[in-house]
């Protein structure tokens, strides 16, 4: 009797449906990862506007905070010229509004005088319970609040009673 070398059909089967029910298993995991990922890069772009806001603040003094993130952002120049318009605080892919899943908007507050004298910034996920499940904002105070909705948080007010991240 001759005796084939290989596997069998079945055997190939059963080594597929393993492969199959694992991988069933481990793509949630991976997901709910890359998301929680993308909320800790939202967290920090936020963290990083709140320190450009400040620097550009103590910088210009009589521009008060920045009216956007294009404002913090680089200018085409190679090294980076810091200007009023374009401080070079914050990198091109942060001042561009998305990174990581998440649009991340920043404006200028209360105008006084020219002055502006608060700013506002907000973190929202692009594909809501696809790139993130929460949406974050944050203003002068520095302090950085989550909606576990993922709604964009509207304004200053509302962002105010969110809760802050510990």
Do not use: W
């Amino acid at each position: 009797m001759r005796r084939s070398k290989g596997f069998s059909l079945i055997e190939l089967l059963i080594v597929v449906a393993i492969i199959l029910i694992i991988a069933a298993i481990a793509i949630p995991n991976l997901l709910r990862a890359k998301m929680a990922a993308n909320e800790s890069s939202a967290v920090g772009s936020l963290r990083t506007v709140n320190t450009a806001m400040t620097s550009y603040y103590s910088t210009y003094p009589t521009v008060g905070y920045a009216a956007n993130l294009a404002t913090l952002g680089p200018t085409a120049a190679v090294p980076c010229a810091a200007t009023s318009a374009n401080a070079c605080l914050i990198d091109s892919a942060l001042a561009s509004g998305s990174k990581n899943g998440f649009s991340i908007a920043a404006t200028g507050g209360n105008v006084v005088n020219g002055i502006a004298f608060n700013y506002y910034s907000t973190a929202t996920p692009v594909t809501l319970h696809g790139t993130g499940d929460r949406s974050f904002c944050g203003f002068d105070d520095s302090v950085i609040r989550f909606d576990p909705s993922g709604a964009i948080v509207g304004s200053r007010n509302t962002c105010a009673g969110l809760t802050p991240i510990q």
